[in-house]
């Protein structure tokens, strides 16, 4: 059982730079896919970022590809997402996930998830 806490959002103008943290609980962390996904108001929940175990492989939506960094630290069983230039567009409850398979962006491809943290970018 993984347990996953997220933290770091909030209101930002335009342009701005948030860091999304997510902390999780259980000794297997360093063994999990991690992932970031979105939702916003009238929508389905979308991927966004993830990232493999190691840390060696990432994946990115294409829309926020060059703004955008997933990371991890498996010493402190967190995952990272560091979001720069953010867009009106980006708005949205952000959610991590993990997985016990492979990469994946599907979130059917997840086993855990956080209980969100509300990113609002202001125009």
């Known amino acids: 059982q993984v347990q996953l806490v997220e933290s770091g959002g909030g209101l930002v103008q335009a342009g701005g730079s948030l860091r999304l943290s997510c902390a999780a609980s259980?000794?297997?962390?360093?063994?999990?896919?991690l992932g970031w996904f979105r939702q916003a108001p009238g929508k389905e929940r979308e991927f966004v970022a993830t990232?493999?175990?190691?840390?060696?492989?990432?994946y990115y939506k294409d829309s926020v590809k060059g703004r955008f960094t997933i990371s991890r630290d498996n010493a402190k069983n967190t995952v990272y997402l560091q979001m720069n230039s953010l867009k009106p567009e980006d708005t949205a409850v952000y959610y991590c996930?993990?997985?016990?398979?492979?990469?994946?962006?599907?979130?059917?491809?997840?086993?855990?998830w956080g209980q969100g943290t509300q990113v609002t970018v202001s125009s």
């Open positions: 996930a993990a997985s016990r398979g492979l990469i994946t962006m599907s979130t059917i491809g997840y086993d855990y």
């Open positions: 259980g000794r297997t962390f360093s063994s999990y896919t």
């Open positions: 990232i493999s175990w190691s840390g060696g492989s990432t």
